[in-house]
């Protein structure tokens, strides 16, 4: 076929959206509550007595990180299963013999992973916005799109790569436990970098998930830990490379054509 499947496109891209969506109850509201019960603990536990970071009311402050956070856990969660379900039950053949070319199949798996991120992240931003003692009012909407879809990006090429190269549930369970997790909580959700002794400082500018929070947040309350260009230049830069290693990785049939 010449140009782009448009209609294989979408029939798998729907297929991976009605396949989450099914399951909303788990796949999309149960995140946005269990991230409303992170800050109700974690402003119990440490904003009190008017605690401030940035200027701004603590819980203000962890709201947007907790947003982009479930944001992109569930990109990573949504990318990492199709195919490797798929290598798993033996079904595998249904993502190879349609007339979809290795871009195609990528967008259609990467554009679901992307609209699950947003949709959760939509669900928490409402939830929090009908509780009272957080302000999540947007002030750079750019900001919380660009870096919401980024962010969204990166992890969705990351559970693609997982789920090309998992042969079982452990093999992902581990990257989440291990790499996701651990980036992800220590990225400044919760604290501001600035207050971190340099080594720290250095560290935490060597991990991408702290500038998706850093740029995020920006959106909500106009400050950043880190300039929004490098930030930006930074996300790009990942997003490219993540793309070419799972074009390449497709492409070759590692562990997914023998």
Not at 82 to 95: E, N, R
């Amino acid at each position: 076929m010449s140009g782009v499947n448009w209609g294989g496109l979408k029939t798998l891209y729907i297929k991976e959206v009605r396949r989450f969506f099914k399951v909303q109850m788990q796949t999309i509201w149960a995140p946005a509550i269990t991230t409303l019960l992170y800050l109700i603990i974690f402003t119990v536990a440490l904003g009190r007595e008017g605690k401030t970071v940035m200027g701004v009311p603590f819980a203000d402050f962890i709201a947007p990180g907790l947003i982009v956070m479930a944001m992109l856990q569930n990109s990573f969660a949504n990318s990492s299963f199709s195919l490797l379900v798929g290598k798993m039950q033996g079904t595998i053949v249904d993502y190879l013999m349609p007339p979809l070319s290795v871009g195609e199949l990528i967008a259609g798996l990467v554009g679901a992973a992307v609209t699950r991120a947003v949709l959760v992240g939509s669900a928490v931003w409402l939830v929090m916005l009908a509780w009272p003692s957080v302000s999540v009012t947007p002030v750079a909407p750019l900001s919380i799109l660009f870096f919401g879809v980024a962010g969204s990006l990166m992890l969705a090429f990351l559970g693609l790569m997982t789920s090309i190269w998992a042969d079982k549930f452990d093999h992902a369970a581990a990257v989440t436990n291990f790499v996701v997790a651990p980036l992800s909580l220590l990225s400044g959700t919760f604290y501001s970098v600035d207050a971190l002794a340099p080594t720290f400082q250095a560290i935490s500018h060597a991990n991408p998930f702290f500038y998706v929070i850093s740029g995020f947040r920006h959106g909500f309350l106009g400050e950043a830990d880190s300039p929004l260009m490098v930030g930006g230049a930074v996300l790009t830069a990942i997003n490219v490379a993540l793309f070419v290693a799972c074009y390449s990785l497709l492409r070759s049939g590692w562990k997914i054509k023998n």
